[in-house]
């Protein structure tokens, strides 16, 4: 049970949950597109078979269709919405995130003479407090 627990905060922190909560609002934008697919096209379609014949008015079925494209389209819109929304959004908090992590570890500019211990730049070739000669 720690070892679970453990598992879960490395899986928390390491962002994953953010893109798990991605994948699922994706999906669920997705299955939008799915089942806008169904009730459009798919679901007239067969009921068109079904009472269809010789007696099936053309202009009937040119409108039918032509709701459906639009009734799609929009669904397929709203799709590319949301990701594109997302996408923003997971940018900018991978961006937070860098900066964040930037200002933990700075890159070292000093280190410290092995003589008498000072911080000095780390190009130094000389110790400016002692003048001990240091090795590159
Ligand atoms: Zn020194």
Do not use: Q
């Not at 953010?18 to 609002?25: K, N, P, Q, S, T």
């Not at 819109?77 to 200002?103: D, P, Y």
């Amino acid at each position: 049970m720690k070892k679970f627990l453990e598992d879960f905060k490395k899986f928390a922190l390491r962002g994953n949950v953010l893109d798990m909560a991605v994948g699922v609002i994706i999906g669920g934008a997705f299955t939008g597109i799915v089942t806008s697919l169904t009730s459009n096209f798919i679901t007239p379609l067969l009921s068109l078979i079904m009472t269809g014949g010789p007696g099936v008015d053309e202009n009937g079925v040119a409108w039918t269709l032509g709701a459906a494209a639009s009734s799609f389209l929009t669904t397929v819109i709203n799709f590319l919405i949301t990701a594109f929304v997302l996408f923003c959004l997971i940018r900018s908090i991978n961006k937070l995130l860098t900066i964040g992590k930037k200002k933990e570890a700075p890159a070292p500019t000093t280190k410290k003479c092995p003589y008498c211990l000072s911080e000095i730049p780390l190009e130094a070739t000389r110790c400016p407090h002692c003048t001990s000669e240091l090795k590159k």
